[in-house]
C-alpha cells in the first residue's frame, strides 16, 4: 500500500524516489549513528523505524518523499517543542526526513472505547499546543487551504464527484468562516484519534502535525469526522457530536 501510494501521489517521480530509498535510508542511518533499526510495518503515506540515537535515546526515523507539507511539520514541531506534541530531535527537509523521540507505548486515542473520555484527552491536547500566530508566512493559512474549492472548480467545469448542491454549499459557508475569523493562532490542522498517542506516564501528545494559521474552532473539525469508519457505525452521531461539541466548548472556552 505504501508503494502504491507514492506511485499513485508521484509517478515516475515516486518511482524514481522509491528506488533510491535504501541508500538514502542508510546514509540518514549513518548521519544521525542511528542503531537497532525496527521498520514499523503499519505505514500510510511515510516510511517509519525505531530506532536509538547514539547517546542510548529511543526515537523514530521518519521518512517521506520531500514535498511541502512534509517540511512544514518541522516547523511546528519546533515550535511546540514537545508541548503537547512529540518532540523533534532533528530534522533534515531537503532529505525529506525527520528524527523524533519515541512516544512508548505509543497507544493511540482511538483505543479508546468512551468517546467522551477521548474527546476530553484530545481537548486538553489542543489547548497545549496552540501557540500565537507568528510573523511571516511560514505556515500556511486556512484561507490557503480553502483556495482548494476554487481549485477544484477550475478541475471540474461542470458536475464533478462532489454533488454540486454540497460543493456550492460547502464553499459558501467556508468563505462566511473565513471572514468572520477572530485571533488567529498556530494550530495543528489534522488533530484527529489516530495522530494522539500516550506515553508510559499516561501524558497524551499529538504526533504529524500540519501547522496552518487559523482560528482555534477549525482544529476541531478533524476530530468531529473521525475516526472512521467506526464513526459511521454509530446509531446516532449527531447525539454523538453533540455531546463531543459540549466537551470540547467546556474544555476550549469555545
Excluded at 505505514?43 to 540515537?53: A, K, Q
Excluded at 518532540?87 to 479508546?112: R, S, V
Excluded at 510573523?135 to 471540474?156: I, M, N, V
Amino acid at each position: 500500500m505504501f508503494i502504491d501510494r507514492y506511485l499513485t501521489m508521484y509517478g515516475e517521480e515516486g518511482r524514481s524516489w522509491l528506488e533510491g530509498f535504501t541508500i538514502l535510508r542508510d546514509e540518514l542511518r549513518k548521519y544521525w549513528s542511528l542503531s537497532d533499526s525496527k521498520p514499523i510495518t503499519d505505514l500510510s503515506f511515510n516510511y517509519l523505524e525505531y530506532v536509538t540515537t547514539q547517546n542510548g535515546q529511543k526515537a523514530v526515523l521518519k521518512i517521506g518523499y520531500p514535498h511541502p507539507e512534509l517540511a512544514t511539520e518541522i516547523e511546528p514541531l519546533r515550535f511546540f517543542n514537545g508541548e503537547g506534541a512529540d518532540k523533534l530531535i532533528d530534522a533534515k527537509p531537503e532529505k525529506g526526513a525527520l528524527l523524533l523521540e519515541q512516544i512508548f507505548p505509543g497507544h493511540k486515542l482511538l483505543t479508546f472505547c468512551d468517546d467522551d473520555n477521548a474527546t476530553r484527552i484530545a481537548g486538553q491536547v489542543m489547548t497545549k499546543l496552540w501557540r500565537a500566530a507568528p510573523e511571516g508566512e511560514l505556515f500556511p493559512s486556512t484561507e490557503r487551504w480553502c483556495e482548494g474549492f476554487e481549485r477544484y472548480q477550475r478541475s471540474f467545469a461542470g458536475e464533478g464527484p462532489i454533488p454540486s448542491d454540497i460543493f456550492q454549499r460547502a464553499w459558501g459557508l467556508a468563505k462566511d468562516l473565513l471572514t468572520a475569523q477572530p485571533e488567529k493562532m498556530l494550530l495543528h490542522g489534522d488533530l484527529h484519534h489516530q495522530n494522539i498517542l500516550m506515553d508510559r506516564d499516561g501524558n497524551w501528545h499529538a504526533i504529524d502535525p500540519k501547522g496552518v494559521i487559523g482560528e482555534k474552532a477549525f482544529e476541531i473539525g478533524p476530530l468531529l469526522h473521525n475516526p472512521i469508519p467506526e464513526l459511521l457505525q454509530v446509531n446516532d452521531v449527531e447525539v454523538l457530536i453533540q455531546r463531543r461539541l459540549e466537551i470540547l466548548a467546556e474544555i476550549t472556552g469555545l
